[in-house]
């Protein structure tokens, strides 16, 4: 099982930034699919961005051009940038590796004025 660490959240302003990080445990990294995933209270779990083991990225249409997914797979991590932040993007934002099924603890992100 691999373990994966998000951190990063915290409170935000309306238009505000922040970066969230994951990082991982395990062999063979590089190769592997992950992704970001939210969930706000009362709803269901989405998924936010994907980022494939070569760099092709997949967004969520409610967060295209605001959020940026990266990777280094040297140190391991994956990475999301969250730009123009909305109060609507309150959540618990959770990293995952798909093929293994691995979650992490999830990090709050509350943005609110």
């Known amino acids: 099982q691999v373990q994966l660490v998000e951190s990063g959240g915290g409170l935000v302003q309306p238009g505000g930034s922040l970066r969230l990080s994951c990082a991982a445990s395990g062999s063979f990294f590089g190769f592997y699919t992950m992704g970001w995933y939210r969930q706000a209270p009362g709803n269901q779990r989405e998924m936010v961005a994907t980022i494939t083991g070569s760099g092709s990225t997949n967004y969520a249409d409610s967060v295209k051009g605001r959020f940026t997914v990266s990777r280094d797979n040297a140190k391991k991590s994956v990475y999301l940038q969250m730009a123009s932040l909305k109060p609507e993007d309150t959540a618990v934002y959770y990293c995952?590796?798909?093929?293994?099924?691995?979650w992490g603890q999830g990090t709050q992100v509350t943005v609110s004025s």
């Open positions: 995952t590796q798909p093929s293994s099924g691995s």
